[in-house]
T-cell receptor, first 109, second 113 residues
Framework: GQNIDQPTEMTATEGAIVQINCTYQ??????LFWYQQHAGEAPTFLSY????GLEEKGRFSSFLSRSKGYSYLLLKELQMKDSASYLC??????????FGAGTTVTVRA | TAGITQAPTSQILAAGRSMTLRCTQD?????MYWYRQDLGLGLRLIHY???????GKGEVPDGYSVSRANTDDFPLTLASAVPSQTSVYFC????????????FGDGTRLSIL
């Protein structure tokens, strides 16, 4: 089966930076996605990595190391609206997505 | 606004009854998916369809069935509901291509009593 691990909860202060780590062991690898999910809402797409390195999208960046089975999502200049769950998902060798349990980020004033 | 529509938004169902969750997308995506989301477990794939007329089993298919008669619709049926199927169900769709993300509906909150 697939194994995707990420921390359960993180807390940070408004304006700060938070890094959410994700480690994975999957049967095959065809890309890694990060999604944001506010409480009671649908997940929304944030970023995609398939090659090693950093992808930057405004305040959000995502990094991938395929050899280490490791990714992180970096949230900069945190705002209250960034309080949400962040889901790491790996596309395996069969092109299906396997999700981690999610990391709940709480931003405090 | 284009997207994915799920119905109903929420439902309480007696154990043993059958139920069909509806999912419709207007983005002409080939691939569609059904997930359930449970606290502490994340999203788990129930069934998927890569194109109209084909379906496949995901990680947790038992107790569920799907059909894909056309591109737009992908209903999920619980033939005889059990309390362990209490969950939030999300439908998603995506275009073909490795880098294409999945787009999710707003979910159906289902309680089996």
């Amino acid at each position: 089966g697939q194994n995707i691990d990420q921390p359960t909860e993180m807390t940070a202060t408004e304006g700060a930076i938070v890094q959410i780590n994700c480690t994975y062991q999957t049967s095959g690898f065809n890309g890694l996605f990060w999604y944001q999910q506010h409480a009671g809402e649908a997940p929304t797409f944030l970023s995609y990595n398939v090659l090693d390195g950093l992808e930057e999208k405004g305040r959000f960046s995502s990094f991938l190391s395929r050899s280490k089975g490791y990714s992180y999502l970096l949230l900069k200049e945190l705002q209250m609206k960034d309080s949400a769950s962040y889901l790491c998902a790996v596309r395996d060798g069969d092109y299906k997505l396997s999700f981690g349990a999610g990391t709940t980020v709480t931003v405090r004033a | 606004t284009a997207g994915i529509t799920q119905a109903p938004t929420s439902q309480i169902l007696a154990a043993g009854r059958s139920m069909t969750l509806r999912c419709t997308q207007d983005m002409r995506h080939n691939a569609m998916y059904w997930y359930r989301q449970d606290l502490g477990l994340g999203l788990r794939l129930i069934h998927y369809s890569n194109t109209a007329g084909t379906t496949g089993k995901g990680e947790v298919p038992d107790g569920y069935s799907v059909s894909r008669a056309n591109t737009d619709d992908f209903p999920l049926t619980l033939a005889s509901a059990v309390p362990s199927q209490t969950s939030v169900y999300f439908c998603a769709s995506s275009e073909a291509g490795e880098h294409q993300p999945q787009h999710f509906g707003d979910g159906t909150r289902l309680s089996i009593l």
